[in-house]
């Protein structure tokens, strides 16, 4: 059995403000979102009524009933999830703790896990990160915890299951092992393209490829790590790099791959065209200071996050209505 740690932090205003001007600047999506995500309104269908849930609430009823998973951490704002879901978190028969974001990170946490302050502020998400892990069970054994983003409502139970079950079978203490969904080269029903790469691994893969002969890739809600065998303070470098296609980020990247020991990524990407797995996994191994895994494994539907665009909810929509939703928690 294993700890999960749901992320559901949020930005202040001035924050998603200027997010909002580079997802509508550099991807063309009109942004939407100006409260607090997590507890996004979705409406679906059942039995002829109409039934509305926050987005927290689908992957947080799939993390109740999953056997494999031993207790839950929520890290996000404490009084709004408590607010909206008390009836829903007053059911759990397993443990489960809402942390507030905004609560420091333990002292103990600091010193264990050489936390820089500056690098790993208190509200961010290596921050949540760290408080969830410690007041989860896994924290207090030092174990490998799930770490669960709060934004993907098609996160399964057959998912997340078939994960650890992968996860159990690498070799060694891996830091980090990331399940890289394998899709088509072209972009998706979201509209988002994908990460191509040649696959240098023993993973088969049933899809069809580019001219280049690359797969592409998209990263799931699910992280399988042990804070304790990776550098903590490069969560949150690694999380801004996740909007790829921005030029600006592109430059970060290449500049972080040089600093890693890895010149020429966006060469090997965007030129040459032969950027693959294993070596992907070299460098954020380098990064992380620690064994980073990736599996490649199907199942497209947990890459569909809500990350805040109009397009985005609209589909997600129109996905949620025509699948029957999770039974609730009685």
Same mark, same amino acid.
């Given at each position: ?7 559901? *932090? ?18 063309g999506? /009109?942004?939407?979102?100006? *409260? ?9 269908h ?27 951490? =929520? ?35 600091m010193? =264990? +896990? ?6 790993t502020?208190? /509200?961010?998400?290596? *921050?949540? +990160?760290?408080?969830?892990?410690w ?6 054994? /030092? ?68 001219r ?15 804070? /304790? ?23 970060? =990247? ?73 039974p609730? =928690?009685?």
């Amino acid at each position: 059995m294993i700890s999960a740690i749901l992320l559901a *932090g949020y930005n202040n205003k001035r924050t998603v403000e200027q997010y909002s001007r580079i997802v509508e600047g550099d991807y063309g999506e /009109h942004y939407i979102e100006k *409260g607090y995500k997590p507890l996004h309104e979705f409406s679906l269908h059942v039995d002829g009524k109409t039934v509305s849930k926050p987005l927290l609430q689908f992957t947080l009823e799939v993390l109740m009933e999953d056997p494999e998973v031993e207790d839950i951490v =929520i890290v996000g704002h404490k009084g709004r999830i408590e607010r909206r879901l008390g009836e829903l978190l007053s059911h759990s028969k397993k443990p489960l703790i809402v942390l507030d974001q905004r609560d420091p990170i333990p002292e103990e946490a600091m010193k =264990i +896990l050489n936390v820089d302050k500056k690098e790993t502020p208190t /509200h961010s998400v290596g *921050g949540n +990160l760290i408080k969830g892990y410690w007041a989860s069970r896994a924290g207090e054994k /030092h174990k490998p915890a799930l770490f669960v983003a709060s934004d993907s409502p098609f996160t399964s139970m057959d998912f997340i299951n078939r994960f650890l079950e992968n996860c159990r079978k690498v070799k060694g203490d891996p830091a980090i092992v990331m399940p890289a969904i394998y899709t088509n080269p072209t972009r998706d029903n979201l509209g988002r393209p994908p990460l191509l790469l040649v696959n240098d691994t023993d993973y088969d893969i049933p899809e069809g490829k580019d001219r280049q002969g690359r797969n592409g890739f998209r990263l799931s809600s699910v992280l399988y790590a042990n804070p /304790h065998n990776l550098d903590i303070n490069m969560v949150n470098v690694m999380y801004s790099l996740r909007k790829a296609l921005n030029p600006r980020i592109q430059m970060r =990247i290449f500049r972080i791959g040089r600093e890693v020991g890895y010149p020429g990524i966006y060469s090997r990407y965007f030129l040459k065209k032969n950027l693959s797995i294993k070596q992907c996994e070299a460098i954020c191994t380098a990064f992380f200071k620690g064994s980073f895994v990736s599996i490649p494994m199907h199942d497209i539907k947990s890459t569909y996050d809500f990350d805040g665009t109009e397009r985005e909810y609209l589909e997600i929509s129109r996905m949620l209505d025509q699948q029957i939703p999770p039974p609730s =928690i009685e």
